[in-house]
């Protein structure tokens, strides 16, 4: 790796498909939180915590997450090169 590169990753959250609404409305998510770039997945008796580079709710729009997400390395290692 050269100077400060390193992979980042970003959870987007869905929302359900129609299908899944009408199957079963539970998640295994509990805490969703955009603020603290975290998600909480409960399974049983056990959770689990895991931190992102962010976390986009499902109400963003396409564009926001790209603006948020792609926009800054899209630009520096294809438009500049």
């Known amino acids: 790796m050269v100077g400060s590169e390193r ?3 970003h959870l ?3 929302p359900f498909s129609e299908e899944e609404l009408k199957k ?7 805490n969703f939180d955009p603020l603290n ?3 909480t997945i409960k399974k ?3 959770k689990k915590n895991y931190n992102f580079d962010s976390v986009i709710n ?3 729009k396409q564009k926001d997450v790209y603006e ?3 926009h800054e390395v899209v630009d520096v290692n294809i ?3």
């Open 7 to 9: 992979v980042m990753v």
């Open 12 to 14: 987007r959250m869905r």
């Open 24 to 30: 079963d409305k539970s998640t295994p998510v509990e």
């Open 37 to 39: 770039n975290s998600v």
């Open 44 to 46: 049983d008796f056990d």
């Open 58 to 60: 499902m109400n963003s």
């Open 68 to 70: 948020n997400t792609a």
């Open 79 to 81: 438009i500049e090169k």
